[in-house]
C-alpha cells in the first residue's frame, strides 16, 4: 500500500507513531525536537520570521530576491508611501512577520480615469484604502502574535508563462525543504479559488510533489487528497515540470551558507523575466509536502545525517547528491 493511502486510511483512527516510522513519515514531534530544536539556533529564527532581515541578508549574500521598492515601519511614515511606489504601478504589499499569505495587497495596475490602484482580482483601491491597509500592517492586524509589524513594498514578480493554467489568480511557488544544505524534498503550491489566489495547502492550494531529480511532477493533492487536473482551471498537474532546476534547486541549497539555519523551507518563485528568486525563508516548514510526494521525510534526513565530510561539500556538489539520490524519475 503506498503511503498517500496508508495515510489516508489512517483518518478514521488515531495513527501509530510506529506504523508512521516504517515508512518514513516524519511527525510533528519528531520534526520540532529532532531537527528543528537540534539543527535551528533559536537566535537565527529572527532571520526568517522577519521577511525584511530575509530580503537584507539575500541581498548581502548576492541571492537574488523580488527587488525591494521601500519599507514602512511607523505611522508617520504612511503618509510617504507614494514616493516610495513612485512610478512603479505594479507591486506587491506585505506584512513583515506574516504568514499564510495574510496581509498580501497584489496592485497590476493604476487607472488612468479614476487614478485607484487595480488589484489582480480587477477590483479598484483608494489611495486611502492603500494607507488604511498598511496601518494594519503596521498595527500587527495580519502578523504572528499581533505583534507591531513593517509592512515591505517590493516589485511584482510575474511568472513564467510555463505555468500558465496551473495557478488561480495568483503565483505559483516551489517549496524546497533544505537539510544541512542538501535539497531533500520539493512540492509546488498552486492556488486555487478555494484558497482566494494563495499558495496556502491548508486554505485550499494544491500541493504538486516534485521529482528532485528531474523537477517533474509526482502526484497532486487538495485538502489531502490525490486529484489529476487544477479544479479552477482543468490543467493536467501531472504535466507540471519545473524549468530552470538546476537553478532552484541551487538557489535553495545556498539558503543553508546564508542563514546558518540547518532545516528550512525555501519557497522559491520562477520570474519569466529574471529566472527563480527566493520569496520567502520557514524555519518552521509543515509536513504535508509528505503526502505531495508519497514519500516520508526520515529516510533521506537520516542519509543526510550520516554522511561524513558534508560541510566541505559546495553548493554544487550538494545539489549533484540530492539530484541522485532522491529523485523519482529516470531524464528522458
Given at each position: ?8 486510511n ?7 507513531p510506529?506504523?508512521m ?11 520540532n525536537v529532532?531537527?528543528?530544536?537540534r ?5 537565527l529564527?529572527p532571520?526568517?520570521?522577519n521577511?525584511?532581515?530575509?530580503k ?6 548576492h ?14 511614515e ?10 512603479h504601478?505594479?507591486?506587491?504589499i ?9 496581509g498580501?495587497l497584489?496592485?497590476k ?6 487614478g ?14 492603500l494607507k ?8 500587527g ?18 511568472f ?8 488561480y489568480?495568483g503565483?505559483?511557488?516551489t ?11 520539493c512540492m509546488?503550491?498552486?492556488?486555487t479559488s ?19 531529480r528531474?523537477g ?10 490525490p486529484?489529476?487536473?487544477?479544479p479552477?482551471t482543468?490543467k493536467?498537474?501531472?504535466e ?5 532546476w ?14 546558518g539555519?540547518g ?11 529574471k529566472?527563480?528568486?527566493l ?10 509536502i509528505q ?5 516520508g521525510?526520515?529516510p533521506?534526513?537520516r542519509?543526510i ?18 539530484m ?9
Open positions: 500500500m503506498n503511503l498517500l493511502n496508508k495515510i489516508c489512517l483518518k478514521n483512527r488515531y495513527a501509530s510506529f506504523e516510522a516504517e515508512d518514513g513519515i516524519m511527525g510533528m514531534n519528531q520534526r529532532n531537527f528543528i530544536g539543527y535551528n539556533k533559536r537566535n529564527f532571520l526568517v520570521d521577511k525584511l532581515l530575509t537584507q541578508i539575500a541581498m548581502k549574500n541571492v537574488k530576491t523580488p527587488v525591494l521598492l521601500g519599507s514602512i515601519q511607523n505611522q508617520h504612511v503618509s510617504d508611501v507614494l514616493n516610495i511606489i513612485g512610478d504601478t505594479e507591486f506587491c506585505k506584512p513583515a512577520h506574516g504568514s499564510g499569505g495574510k498580501i497584489v496592485v495596475d493604476k487607472s488612468k480615469t479614476t485607484n490602484f487595480i488589484k489582480t482580482s480587477g477590483q479598484e483601491i483608494t489611495e486611502h484604502e488604511r491597509h498598511i496601518t494594519n500592517i503596521l498595527a492586524l495580519f502578523s504572528l502574535g499581533g505583534k507591531q509589524d513593517i509592512a515591505l513594498i517590493e516589485d511584482l514578480i510575474h513564467d508563462n510555463v505555468f500558465s493554467g496551473y495557478s489568480d503565483v505559483p511557488d517549496r524546497v525543504i533544505v537539510f544541512q544544505g542538501f535539497p531533500i524534498m509546488m503550491r498552486l492556488s478555494a484558497s482566494d489566489g494563495k499558495a496556502n495547502l491548508h486554505q485550499g492550494a494544491v500541493g504538486v510533489g516534485i521529482c528532485v528531474t517533474r511532477a509526482v502526484r497532486a493533492v487538495q485538502f489531502g487528497e486529484i489529476s487536473i487544477h479552477d482543468d493536467v498537474l501531472s507540471l515540470r519545473v524549468p530552470h538546476h537553478e532552484v534547486l541551487e538557489l535553495a541549497a545556498s539558503c543553508y551558507d546564508m542563514s539555519l532545516y528550512i523551507g525555501t519557497d522559491i518563485v520562477l520570474d519569466r523575466d529566472g527563480p528568486m520569496l520567502e525563508l520557514n524555519a518552521r516548514p509543515g509536513l504535508a503526502i505531495c510526494n508519497n514519500a521525510l526520515l533521506r534526513l542519509l545525517e550520516a554522511l561524513t565530510k558534508k560541510h566541505r561539500l559546495t553548493v554544487k556538489e550538494r545539489v549533484a547528491f540530492s541522485e539520490h532522491f529523485g523519482v524519475f529516470d531524464e528522458d
